[in-house]
Structures are given as structure tokens and as C-alpha cells.
T-cell receptor, first 112, second 113 residues
Framework: ETGVTQTPRHLVMGMTNKKSLKCEQH?????MYWYKQSAKKPLELMFV???????ENNSVPSRFSPECPNSSHLFLHLHTLQPEDSALYLC???????????FGSGTRLTVV | AQTVTQSQPEMSVQEAETVTLSCTYD???????LFWYKQPPSRQMILVIR????KQQNATENRFSVNFQKAAKSFSLKISDSQLGDTAMYFC??????????WGAGTKLIIKP
């Protein structure tokens, strides 16, 4: 148990589907992050929430929509995805970035 | 712009040997932090070790230690008495007061029995 829980662990969806990824942390952290990890590519930061406000959005396509209803929960809503969006999506949290991030186990997403 | 470079895409060593993973970085900040993360096949990204730039002493966590050369902007990870469970991707990362970590591309480490 790492303190950051991601569900589902695996997800297969069609290009016309709508689904959501969920991330939950019980560490009392005040910042949460979504990362995309594709094969043979560096980790890509997608979104950052600090104190429930989005402070970073790295030019992510609008088919990815984040939501942070409170400091413990983070969602990534997905709709009309493309096959190239297939990847491991990692959620992380931190109290102060300089202390390091705590990661969840990720959601392996496959778009068919 | 900040950058982190890991020049070794893959390494393999025999169990019980010592292995060193390389990392170089670039930043204009004076106060920053460096990290090594491990990602085993289970996908869990785990913090291995952390170094504060203003501390000259190299960080150590059990079998893991770093060689932090601030002037050279080098931050290598040494794993002593390597074990099969050390097989993983290892990522070097830099944090310098922005909201995000800057990541290296990773080194795949294989420990052979």
C-alpha cells in the first residue's frame, strides 16, 4: 500500500467511449499530478493540481479532462481517444515537491 | 531550461555485483533537489534516494548511494551487492522550485542470477 491508489488498473476502451481514471491519496499532500508514460518515451507531465487548483496543463489535447474535487481525489476524464493515447497513466502526489512524489501503480490504458 | 540526461539506456550485471547508473543535469538554480526513482515490472514508481543540492554529503539508503558532483552537474547512483529485486527501470529527476520534476529517459537495469 503506497498511499496513492489508482483505479482501474487496466482499461480497454473504444475510440468513441467515455471513461474516467481515478486517483486517491491519503497522505495529506496538497499537490497531485497526472503523468503519461509511453514505451520508449520520457515521462510526460499532463496536469498539476496544487491546493485543488490546476496550475499546469502541458498542452494536453482536450479529449483529456482533469478534475480535482478535493485535495484527496483526482480524476482524468477520457473521451474520443486515439490509439496513440494508449499508455500507462500515472498519478502522483506531493506535499512539497522537493520531498519527492508518491506514485500510484498506474492505469494501463489501451485504446482500440 | 532544465534538463536531465541518462546516457545508459540499458545495463546488466551479475547478482551481488556493484553497479553505477549515470545521470547529468542542467539547471540555473542554486537550490534544487535530485532524486532517483525505481520502476520495477509491477509499474510502481518508488523513490529510492534524494539529494539536496546544498548538502555536500552524499545521500545513502542502505545498499543505494549517490555520487553527487555539483560542479560537474553529475548525480550517479551506486547499487552495492545487487539483488534480483533490483531489476527495474531507474529514473533520475530534478526539482528546482517549479511545480514539476524534470525526468531523465531512464536506464533499464537487469540483475542476472
Amino acid at each position: 500500500e503506497t498511499g496513492v491508489t489508482q483505479t482501474p488498473r487496466h482499461l480497454v476502451m473504444g475510440m468513441t467511449n467515455k471513461k474516467s481514471l481515478k486517483c486517491e491519496q491519503h497522505l495529506g499532500h496538497n499537490a497531485m499530478y497526472w503523468y503519461k508514460q509511453s514505451a520508449k518515451k520520457p515521462l510526460e507531465l499532463m496536469f498539476v493540481y496544487s491546493l485543488e487548483e490546476r496550475v499546469e496543463n502541458n498542452s494536453v489535447p482536450s479529449r483529456f479532462s482533469p478534475e480535482c474535487p478535493n485535495s484527496s481525489h483526482l480524476f482524468l476524464h477520457l473521451h474520443t481517444l486515439q490509439p496513440e493515447d494508449s499508455a500507462l497513466y500515472l498519478c502522483a502526489s506531493s506535499q512539497q515537491g522537493r520531498s519527492g512524489y508518491t506514485f500510484g501503480s498506474g492505469t494501463r490504458l489501451t485504446v482500440v | 531550461a532544465q534538463t536531465v540526461t541518462q546516457s545508459q539506456p540499458e545495463m546488466s550485471v551479475q547478482e551481488a555485483e556493484t553497479v553505477t547508473l549515470s545521470c547529468t543535469y542542467d539547471t540555473s538554480e542554486n537550490n534544487y533537489y535530485l532524486f532517483w526513482y525505481k520502476q520495477p515490472p509491477s509499474r510502481q514508481m518508488i523513490l529510492v534516494i534524494r539529494q539536496e543540492a546544498y548538502k555536500q554529503q552524499n545521500a545513502t539508503e542502505n545498499r543505494f548511494s549517490v555520487n553527487f558532483q555539483k560542479a560537474a552537474k553529475s548525480f550517479s547512483l551506486k547499487i552495492s551487492d545487487s539483488q534480483l529485486g533490483d531489476t527495474a527501470m531507474y529514473f533520475c529527476a530534478l526539482w528546482d522550485s517549479n511545480y514539476q520534476l524534470i525526468w531523465g529517459a531512464g536506464t533499464k537495469l537487469i540483475i542476472k542470477p
